[in-house]
Every structure is written in structure tokens, then in C-alpha cells.
Nanobody
Framework: QVQLVESGGGLVQPGGSLRLSCAAS????????MGWFRQTPGKERDFVAA????????YYADSVKGRFTISRDNAKNTVSLQMNSLKPEDTAVYYC????????????????WGQGTQVIVSS
């Protein structure tokens, strides 16, 4: 089973950018699609973006489309989320996860969750 560790969160002003990274351990990383979710207190985890196992065919939540870009490097066992034009409503804990079903946006179809990294967008 893969273990995931997110990093790169922090405090950023509206309109700014952050790049989140997720490092995976284990030999099976490249066998699975990967995704990013986010969660605010008292709410379920919301889908943000996902990418297939080869690094292609990304898909995004409508709320981040055109602003966020997901990518992966199978040689380095990493998946990243470049976040541009950040808005206060992007404030959340961001999680990466391994997908069991490419194309799904349901958190129940993802597993091996990392511990999360906090993103705060505020002036």
C-alpha cells in the first residue's frame, strides 16, 4: 500500500499562487490514478483534480478549472497541484489520494490518504 505525504501549503494573498506536492512511497505508485481533494471544517472532502496513471487526461472540479493544474512524475513518485489565482474560498486542507476508479470524483473511490496540508488564502 502506498503512503502519501503532502507539502507546500501555507498562507497566500488572494490572486497568489502555491504549488502543493505529494510524495509517495511504495512500488505501486505508477499503477494508479491520483487525485487531490480539499476539506473545510464540518464539510465532506471535495474533489479538486485527478490524473491518470500515465500523467495524462487530467480532470478538474469546475471551481478550479483554468486555475489549478495537476501533474505527476512517476520517476520521482510525486504528484503536484499548481494553484494560481487563488481565492479565499480555496482555503482548506488539501489531501492527495490514490484513485481506485479513474474518472470518479467521489472521495469514497480514493484511498491511501495523506495527512493533508493547510492552504489559507487571505489578505
Amino acid at each position: 500500500q502506498v503512503q502519501l505525504v503532502e507539502s507546500g501549503g501555507g498562507l497566500v494573498q488572494p490572486g497568489g499562487s502555491l504549488r502543493l506536492s505529494c510524495a509517495a512511497s511504495g512500488r505501486t505508485f505508477s499503477n494508479y490514478p491520483m487525485g487531490w481533494f480539499r476539506q473545510t471544517p464540518g464539510k465532506e472532502r471535495d474533489f479538486v483534480a485527478a490524473i491518470n496513471r500515465n500523467g495524462g487526461s487530467p480532470y478538474y472540479a469546475d471551481s478550479v478549472k483554468g486555475r489549478f493544474t495537476i501533474s505527476r512524475d512517476n520517476a520521482k513518485n510525486t504528484v503536484s497541484l499548481q494553484m494560481n489565482s487563488l481565492k479565499p474560498e480555496d482555503t482548506a486542507v488539501y489531501y492527495c489520494a490514490q484513485s481506485r476508479l479513474y474518472g470518479s470524483r467521489r472521495w469514497t473511490d480514493f484511498g491511501s490518504w495523506g495527512q493533508g496540508t493547510q492552504v489559507i488564502v487571505s489578505s
